[in-house]
């Protein structure tokens, strides 16, 4: 019987959503704060159609490229957190997992485990996201 309890226990949590910490990033993020000003002048599903990533506490957003965020767990020691994502794009799915740094109040870093597949990609996930005031997710 005990075995029976813990494998439904089990079961619940591995089908329960993505458990966040409190004092996860708020906000919507993007790569710079001129993008930012645009966002706010146009709309963010335009900045998004034309190819900039979107940050938020869900995960990253792009056109026809999304890494949503399963797993986060915060640092004792620094303003930091631990992210397990799962990343799609056409035709393909993968595993990403990644630091998310607060830096200040207005500017957080990302860095990703996974090298960029090419130098067109930079750096993958990783780089900084600058707060944008004021801009909601489409």
């Known amino acids: 019987m005990a075995l029976r309890q813990s494998l439904c226990v089990s079961m619940l949590v591995a089908t329960s959503p993505a458990l966040a910490a409190d004092d996860f990033i708020e906000g919507v993020y993007l790569q710079s704060e001129e993008l930012c000003t645009?966002?706010?002048?146009?709309?963010?599903?335009?900045?998004?159609?034309?190819?900039?990533?979107v940050l938020s506490a869900h995960g990253l957003q792009?056109?026809?490229?999304?890494?949503?965020?399963?797993?986060?767990?915060?640092?004792?020691?620094?303003?930091?957190?631990?992210?397990?994502?799962i990343c799609q794009e056409p035709g393909y799915v993968f595993p990403d997992v990644l630091s998310v740094t607060q830096m200040s109040s207005t500017q957080i870093d990302l860095v990703s485990v996974r090298p960029a597949d090419d130098e067109s990609e930079a750096n993958g996930n990783s780089g900084s996201y600058y707060l944008c005031e004021g801009v909601a997710l489409p």
């Not at 767990?73 to 620094?78: C, D, I, R």
Request: glycine residues 4%.
């Open 62 to 85: 792009g056109v026809e490229y999304n890494c949503e965020f399963v797993q986060i767990s915060k640092a004792t020691a620094s303003p930091s957190w631990a992210v397990t994502a």
């Open 38 to 53: 645009q966002a706010r002048k146009a709309t963010l599903q335009t900045l998004i159609d034309a190819g900039n990533i």
